[in-house]
């Protein structure tokens, strides 16, 4: 019976008829303005096109956009900060500096990036296990590894710009206080990333 009743609704060929790349055009416009900007201290916000940017992080080449469970949604096209920074011809470096375990860059290796890039992105954020549903979470803090990482880049940077990605609420005292700049993304779907970039970099007002 179920499988006569999908036969009886289901749309034949509505792909034909859909324009994919329009409709993540408009995922784009709907997640520039879904982003919180925090905090901007002495106007390090935004980057100008030009500038050479030091982007860290594993959020900047692991887009997280959508939740998990109900939350879940099939994306037309999963593009990463990074991906936008290549199409856009953006001349930076990236080190991705943890994953969803553990710290993965020294402090030597950030003391050698010293005064090479006029600008410094660094992206924390929860991981989907963090704050799935179903599941409850033990505390509302960030993992204590980005936090190690969040000092160290403090340490030999001391300005930079945080991008926080979360689903959910998050403790994020640390990061307002050592950050120059903090913006909030939440998970803004499909366009999120290219929409990081626009209010990054001044196309967009978060």
Known sequence: ELNDT???FKVKNHLDTLDLDELHSKAVSIANETMVLVKNENNYLPLEENDDVLVLGYFANHARFVGL???????????????????KGTNYKFLE?????????????LEALK?????VLLFLGQYQQDESE???????????????????VKEVFDD???VLVTGSVVNVKE???????MMITYLAGEGQSE?????????ANP
């Open 134 to 152: 179903g599941v409850d979470r033990e505390n509302i803090d960030i993992r204590p590894h980005q936090i190690e990482v969040l000092k160290m």
């Open 69 to 87: 469970g109900s939350g879940w949604v099939n994306a037309y096209k999963h593009i990463t900060f990074l991906d936008v920074l290549n199409q």
């Open 115 to 119: 005064g090479k890039y006029s600008k």
């Open 160 to 162: 930079f710009a945080t």
């Open 6 to 8: 999908l036969k009886k």
């Open 195 to 203: 929409a990081i970039y626009n209010n990054v970099f001044g196309l």
């Open 175 to 181: 990061v307002f206080e050592l950050s120059n700049a």
């Open 97 to 109: 500096c943890f994953d969803e375990e553990k710290v993965l860059v020294s402090l030597d290796e």
